[in-house]
């Protein structure tokens, strides 16, 4: 089967590249002039993008070069969202310092700024490959038209309490937001057609609390049926996208849960946690199949490449 790929980033300044199935950390790459807030790996699988403090910085993942091979320079505080297009033309990045960047990967240059005048903390990119969705401090969820180069639609679910984090599913049907205080938002998303200055389109379908305290990250599974919910209590839970009843709570972890990815099969969940550690969960039982241990200080987040089916 095809290799996985999974990398983690912790506040010990290090980046670990892990065998999946064994649970050993085969690469280590330091990182040692700011943590790393955000990892994803390129379309193409050869990179690992490392957003920090204020750069985004490039590694190649099938060599030992201990160096970034390319730094985004531009941002003046913690970069805290990062995405690619899914051809990986570009970049987009999501920073405190309350603008949304947009870089030609080709040349590290940013071509485009959004001032979202509020500390940006999650950016995703809508299906479509036209649309940016963002999530800030001040609690605004913001559509921002590629095409029209702007500010399309705006909504506020909860006040001023900050959105932590965004997911869109893959079909482009549903949105979910998580706030500070453990709500996750949930709407139905469409568009005009022909498309006219609407642009996307929310309609509500559900308030969830789903946690007590913080919600750190929410993911939709590949397939759509699932929601992932990550919290400052310890917990993960898992939702069903058809009826938003809780399906499961994870616990094992001992502190904060700050990131999760699912596998491509949407059996799967690797989470990150303040403990220190990673855990491979098996969906279907509720239970830890794999930990990850290595890094000394909070693993605060993660990225997957490729199925983890059969890797038990």
């Known amino acids: 089967m095809p290799r996985v ?3 983690s980033a912790s506040y010990d300044h ?4 892990w065998e999946a199935p064994s649970g050993l950390c085969y690469r280590t790459i330091q990182y040692s002039d700011h943590q790393v807030n955000k990892l994803e790996i390129l379309p193409d699988k050869q990179y690992l993008a490392a957003a920090g403090n204020p750069h985004v910085r490039l590694f190649e ?3 030992n070069n201990p160096n970034p091979v390319t730094s985004f320079d531009g941002h003046t505080g913690n970069v805290t969202a990062l995405g690619f297009h899914r051809d990986g033309k570009w970049m987009y990045t999501g920073s405190e310092d309350k603008t949304i960047k947009i870089w030609d990967l080709r040349a590290p240059n940013c ?3 959004y001032e979202c005048n509020a500390a ?3 950016v995703v990119l809508h299906p479509n490959q036209a649309e940016l969705i963002s999530g800030d401090q001040q609690g605004n969820i913001r559509v921002w038209d590629l095409t029209a180069n702007a500010c399309s639609r705006e909504l506020v679910p909860a006040g001023a309490v900050g959105v932590r984090s965004l997911s869109v599913s893959q079909d482009a049907t549903r949105l979910v937001a998580a706030n500070n205080s453990g709500a996750c938002f949930i709407w139905r998303l469409s568009h005009a057609e022909p498309r006219g200055n609407e642009g996307v389109a929310f309609e509500p379908l559900r308030r969830l609390q789903a946690h007590d305290t913080y919600v750190l990250k929410v993911a939709l599974s590949p397939d759509g049926a699932k929601l992932a919910t990550t919290s400052a209590d310890h917990t ?3 939702w069903s996208m058809a009826d938003f009843s809780l399906l499961k709570t994870l616990t094992g972890h001992q502190r904060w849960v700050w990131d999760a990815v699912f596998s491509h099969d949407s059996d799967f969940l690797v989470t990150a946690s303040s403990d220190q550690s990673l855990r491979l969960w098996d969906l279907e ?3 830890t199949i794999r930990q990850y241990t290595g890094h000394n200080k909070a693993v605060v987040c993660v990225a997957l490449n490729e199925e983890l089916a059969g890797e038990r």
């Open 5 to 7: 790929i999974l990398a």
């Open 14 to 17: 290090t980046i670990r590249l």
């Open 61 to 63: 993942i099938n060599t």
């Open 111 to 113: 071509q485009r700024e």
């Open 120 to 122: 940006v903390n999650t």
């Open 236 to 238: 993960v839970k898992l």
């Open 285 to 287: 039982q509720g239970e």
